[in-house]
């Protein structure tokens, strides 16, 4: 079964600054997606970004980037010019490109993300 | 935003007693999902299903059932709630392909008293 794991449970940065958030998934499969989602205090949760394993290139979105490195199964996510806005819990998520397996993700604990003005 | 609703969106029960959620989607949408949210926790797949009446057990589906009769309702069950079924549950929603974006409904706070 795969794992994911998110080390930090809980980050700060300053307004404008760049902030760093760790994810690290255990699997024996060689084609997945990796995910970021953000939970605002509202709990819906939001897809940031998402990568496909078979891509080298790191996938970005305006002012999140992710650092994919597959051989040692990490998969960060960058934001720059942090914003009031980006508060929240940030998840990392792990699914299998298999068919069989249905679309089901794994999900990290969490990284709980304070912006300060 | 995805067509996804959850009803109802809060409910305070009391232990032993059965609890339906319902998802309800207008997307068409081949797979559902439903997960649960607990504290210092990430999102856990209870069940999910891949077509009507398919349905399968993910990681912690001991006390939930769920049911699929028609393609846009998804319903989870708890047969007889326990204080340990206090949680957020989403629903999720998701297009045939596994790199189709999975959809989130907005939770629903579950309370059992």
């Known amino acids: 079964a795969q794992t994911v794991t998110q080390s930090q449970p809980e980050m700060s940065v300053q307004e404008a600054e760049t902030v760093t958030l760790s994810c690290t998934y255990d699997t024996s499969e060689s084609d997945y997606y990796l995910f970021w989602y953000k939970q605002p205090p509202s709990r819906q949760m939001i897809l940031v970004i998402r990568?496909?394993?078979?891509?080298?290139q790191n996938a970005t979105e305006n002012r999140f980037s992710v650092n994919f490195q597959k051989a040692a199964k990490s998969f960060s996510l960058k934001i720059s010019d942090s914003q009031l806005g980006d508060a929240a819990m940030y998840f990392c998520a792990y699914r299998s490109a298999f068919n069989t397996n249905a679309g089901k993700s794994t999900f990290g604990d969490g990284t709980t993300l304070t912006v300060k003005p | 935003d995805a067509g996804i609703t959850q009803s109802p969106r809060h409910k305070v029960t009391e232990t032993g007693t059965p609890v339906t959620l319902r998802c309800h989607q207008t997307e068409n949408h081949r797979y559902m999902y439903w997960y649960r949210q607990d504290p210092g926790h990430g999102l856990r797949l209870i069940h999910y299903?891949?077509?009507?009446?398919?349905?399968d057990k993910g990681e912690v589906s001991d006390g939930y059932s769920v049911s699929r009769s028609k393609t846009e309702d998804f319903l989870l069950t708890l047969e007889s709630a326990t204080s340990s079924q206090t949680s957020v549950y989403f629903c999720a929603i998701k297009p045939g392909g596994p790199q189709e974006t999975q959809y989130f409904g907005p939770g629903t706070r579950l309370l059992v008293l």
């Open positions: 299903s891949y077509g009507v009446k398919d349905t």
């Open positions: 990568q496909e394993a078979y891509k080298q």
